[in-house]
Nanobody, 119 residues
Framework: QVQLVESGGGLVQPGGSLRLSCAAS????????MGWYRQAPGKQRELVAQISSAYKTIYETNYADSVKGRFTISRDNATNTVYLQMNTLRPEDTAIYYC?????????WGQGTQVTVSS
């Protein structure tokens, strides 16, 4: 059974930064593609950022247009952790952020961590 535990959310002022972490208890973490999604009140869950598994020599990343240049996803296979560095935060980034792990037909989700951007 895969467990994903997010941390690092909180309240931050516009223009501020946060770093989210997702600790994964999964066999052979490096074989899973990892991602961050978010869901704002009244909206559908959307992709924020993805990072490929270790099947490829160089990790590939993918970002939503709204966060390109502000957010960075990374992973540490030694500690089974994926990170989301969020800079220059905006009020519209306010949402619950979810960690996702995927491998073939398998998909796993964390419980989410709240990020609120407000003055």
């Amino acid at each position: 059974q895969v467990q994903l535990v997010e941390s690092g959310g909180g309240l931050v002022q516009p223009g501020g930064s946060l770093r989210l972490s997702c600790a994964a208890s999964v066999h052979i973490f490096r074989l899973y593609a990892m991602g961050w999604y978010r869901q704002a009140p009244g909206k559908q869950r959307e992709l924020v950022a993805q990072i490929s598994s270790a099947y490829k020599t160089i990790y590939e990343t993918n970002y939503a247009d709204s966060v390109k240049g502000r957010f960075t996803i990374s992973r540490d296979n030694a500690t089974n952790t994926v990170y989301l560095q969020m800079n220059t935060l905006r009020p519209e980034d306010t949402a619950i952020y979810y960690c996702h792990a995927g491998r073939g037909p398998q998909n796993f989700w964390g419980q989410g961590t709240q990020v609120t951007v407000s003055s």
